[in-house]
C-alpha cells in the first residue's frame, strides 16, 4: 500500500499487502495454490517461475509483515524455527552470538544442539543489562538475539540501547517480537536490524497455522536471507498465507482486547493470596516497566505467575483444571491457553538453567485470550482455590 507510513496502525494492518486482484477484483489476494507458471517463452514469464522461489499469495503476506513492522522486506517460512535457523545460516564456524538468558525453548535447543556443535559460539547473557552485552562483545560477534518481553519471564530489553552497542561494530541485532506484535512494538524503529516473529502466535491468532516470518529495512541484510529462503525451501505454503493475510486484518483489535483482559487479570493475580509472584510488565515494580512503557504501547496479555508453596504437583493439577483456558503449548491466539514451562515449553532447557532463571516448579504461564475477562477470572479462580493449597 503506497503512503501508508502516516496512517495509524490499524488502518495499514487492514489494508497492509493487499491490493485488488488485476485479472478479477477480488478484494481478497486469491489462493495461487500452484507448484509452477507457464511461460511465454524460455525466459519470458511474468515475474513467477517456481512457487518455492516465489508465489503472489506469500508475497504479498511478506510485503504486509514489511510494512506493519515498519520495514521494507519480509519473508515468510514454514515456522518460526525455520525463521531463525535461516538468520543462523549467515554465520560461519567460529563466530559468536550474543543471545538473550531467558529464550523461547526451541530457540535455545536450536543453538545448543544444532549450531554450537557446528563451531558457532553462544554466549547467553542478561539482556536487561547493556553492560553485560558489551562486556560480552568481542571481534567475533557477529549477531545478538534478543526477545523482549521474554518466553516466559516477561524480562523486557532496551532495544535502542543494545542497538547503540551494535551499529558502530556491524553487528547484527536481531529481536524475537513474537510475545508484542507490531502492534505493541516496532523493533526496528529502535535500531533492530531484523525482527523475527512466530507468525504461529498473534499474527495468525486463530491457532491454525504454523509460520515464521523475518523483518528487515535493509535490502543488503535481506539479500542473503532471501537467497537462504529459496535455496532451503522452508516457504511458507499459499493456503496458510492466505489465512494470516486474513488474520492480520483484525490484529489490531484482537490486540487491545488481548491487553486489555490480560491487565485485568494480571492485577487479579496479584491480589490473589495463592498466588506468589506475577510477571506482567505492566506493574509498575515490574524491572522493565519503564523500558517497556516508553518502547511498548500496551503491555500485552502474556502473564506468568508462580503458586503459592511453589509446588510442581499442585501447578501441574492447577494447568489440568482449568476449564477455559486450554491445556496447551503456544500462544497468541483468540481463545486462553495455560501452560507449565518447565515440563512444557521450557522442559528442553538444562534444569540448572531453568532454576538460575527462576523457571520453577511452580511457575505457570498463560496466553490470556479475548474471551469476556470476568469469564476468565471466574475460571482460574475455580482452578486455584481446587488446586493451591
Given at each position: 500500500?503506497?503512503?501508508?507510513?502516516?496512517?495509524?496502525?490499524?488502518?495499514?494492518?487492514?489494508?497492509?499487502?493487499?491490493?485488488?486482484?488485476?485479472?478479477t477484483g477480488a478484494i481478497m489476494t486469491p489462493i495461487f495454490q500452484t507448484s509452477t507458471y507457464v511461460q511465454e517463452a524460455v525466459g519470458v514469464h511474468k515475474g513467477w517461475e517456481y512457487s518455492r522461489c516465489h508465489n503472489p499469495t506469500r508475497a504479498a503476506l511478506e510485503a504486509a509483515f514489511a510494512e506493519i513492522e515498519s520495514g521494507t522486506h519480509g519473508l515468510a517460512f514454514a515456522s518460526g524455527l525455520a525463521a531463525i535457523d535461516t538468520v543462523l545460516k549467515t554465520l560461519k564456524p567460529g563466530d559468536e552470538v550474543i543471545a538473550g538468558q531467558d529464550l523461547y525453548g526451541g530457540t535455545a535447543r536450536l543453538f545448543r544442539t544444532n549450531y554450537a556443535p557446528m563451531g558457532i559460539v553462544f554466549h547467553f547473557v542478561d539482556t536487561q543489562e547493556p553492560a553485560l552485552v558489551e562486556a560480552a562483545i568481542n571481534d567475533k560477534t557477529r549477531l545478538i538475539w534478543l526477545e523482549s518481553p521474554t518466553n516466559p519471564l516477561m524480562q523486557i530489553t532496551d532495544i535502542a540501547a543494545i542497538a547503540a552497542l551494535t551499529k558502530p561494530r556491524g553487528i547484527l541485532l536481531a529481536v524475537d517480537n513474537t510475545f508484542a506484535s507490531p502492534m505493541l512494538q516496532r523493533p526496528l524503529e529502535h535500531g533492530a536490524d531484523i525482527v523475527?516473529?512466530?507468525?504461529?502466535?498473534?499474527?495468525?491468532?486463530?491457532?491454525?497455522?504454523?509460520?515464521?516470518?523475518?523483518?528487515?529495512?535493509?535490502?543488503?541484510?535481506?539479500?542473503?536471507?532471501?537467497?537462504?529462503?529459496?535455496?532451503?525451501?522452508?516457504?511458507a505454503q499459499p493456503f496458510d498465507s492466505f489465512l494470516v493475510l486474513?488474520?492480520?486484518?483484525?490484529?489490531?483489535?484482537?490486540?487491545?482486547?488481548?491487553?486489555?483482559?490480560?491487565?485485568?487479570?494480571?492485577?487479579?493475580?496479584?491480589?490473589?493470596?495463592?498466588?506468589?509472584?506475577?510477571?506482567?510488565?505492566g506493574f509498575?515494580?515490574?524491572?522493565?516497566?519503564?523500558?517497556?512503557?516508553?518502547?511498548?504501547?500496551?503491555?500485552?496479555?502474556?502473564?506468568?505467575?508462580?503458586?503459592?508453596?511453589?509446588n510442581l504437583e499442585q501447578a501441574k493439577k492447577l494447568v489440568a483444571t482449568t476449564r477455559l483456558f486450554a491445556l496447551a503449548e503456544s500462544l497468541g491466539g483468540v481463545e486462553s491457553l495455560i501452560e507449565h514451562p518447565a515440563a512444557m515449553t521450557h522442559a528442553s532447557v538444562p534444569a540448572?538453567?531453568?532454576?538460575?532463571?527462576?523457571?520453577?516448579?511452580?511457575?505457570?504461564?498463560?496466553?490470556?485470550?479475548?474471551?469476556?475477562?470476568?469469564?476468565?477470572?471466574?475460571?482460574?479462580?475455580q482452578a486455584i482455590n481446587a488446586t493451591v493449597h
Open positions: 500500500m503506497n503512503d501508508s507510513k502516516n496512517l495509524g496502525k490499524g488502518t495499514r494492518t487492514v489494508h497492509a499487502g493487499v491490493e485488488p486482484d488485476a485479472s523475527m516473529h512466530s507468525v504461529t502466535k498473534y499474527l495468525g491468532g486463530h491457532s491454525d497455522v504454523v509460520m515464521g516470518a523475518l523483518i528487515t529495512a535493509d535490502a543488503a541484510i535481506d539479500e542473503p536471507l532471501r537467497t537462504i529462503q529459496n535455496n532451503c525451501g522452508a516457504i486474513r488474520g492480520l486484518k483484525t490484529l489490531h483489535l484482537r490486540i487491545e482486547r488481548h491487553c486489555a483482559n490480560g491487565r485485568k487479570i494480571a492485577h487479579w493475580l496479584k491480589a490473589n493470596p495463592r498466588v506468589a509472584k506475577v510477571y506482567w510488565p509498575e515494580d515490574h524491572p522493565g516497566h519503564d523500558v517497556a512503557k516508553r518502547q511498548m504501547d500496551d503491555f500485552g496479555g502474556m502473564i506468568a505467575f508462580v503458586i503459592k508453596g511453589d540448572e538453567i531453568r532454576a538460575e532463571l527462576g523457571i520453577s516448579d511452580g511457575f505457570v504461564r498463560l496466553s490470556v485470550g479475548v474471551e469476556d475477562a470476568e469469564d476468565l477470572i471466574a475460571d482460574l479462580d
